[in-house]
Nanobody, 120 residues
Framework: VQLQASGGGLVQAGGSLRLSCAAS????????TGWYRQVPGQQRELVAA???????KYADSLKGRFNISRDNAKNTVYLQMSSLKPEDAAVYYC???????????????WGRGTLVTVSS
């Protein structure tokens, strides 16, 4: 299973970006999927996650500015980021808990990350 993230880049403060993460490979189901971010020297932190039955969790500080969604038919998760601030700059990683076959255990996978830079 591979996760391919895209959509990062440079944006001015107040702007918007949409990240996408497509999962490919042997996938029977995706239990939950989401986005994390990491700034050099700091721990990776949860941005947002969505379960298979669409329960959503956001980092408290990001509610109202970020929106996560998933397209189960495409095995893709999206992160719409609005009103971006310089402190949102980080490498954004997508994550998915995948069951490759109906009989498989769920395994955690990570994408390589996509860089988001926010200029002030």
């Amino acid at each position: 299973v591979q996760l391919q993230a895209s959509g990062g880049g440079l944006v001015q403060a107040g702007g918007s970006l949409r990240l996408s993460c497509a999962a490919s490979g042997s996938i029977f189901s995706i239990a939950h999927t989401g986005w994390y971010r990491q700034v050099p020297g700091q721990q990776r932190e949860l941005v947002a996650a969505v379960t298979g039955n669409s329960n959503i969790k956001y980092a408290d500080s990001l509610k109202g500015r970020f929106n996560i969604s998933r397209d189960n038919a495409k095995n893709t998760v999206y992160l719409q980021m609005s009103s971006l601030k310089p402190e949102d700059a980080a490498v954004y990683y997508c994550n998915a808990a995948v069951r490759s076959h109906w009989y498989s255990q769920i395994q955690d996978y990570w994408g390589r990350g996509t860089l988001v830079t926010v200029s002030s």
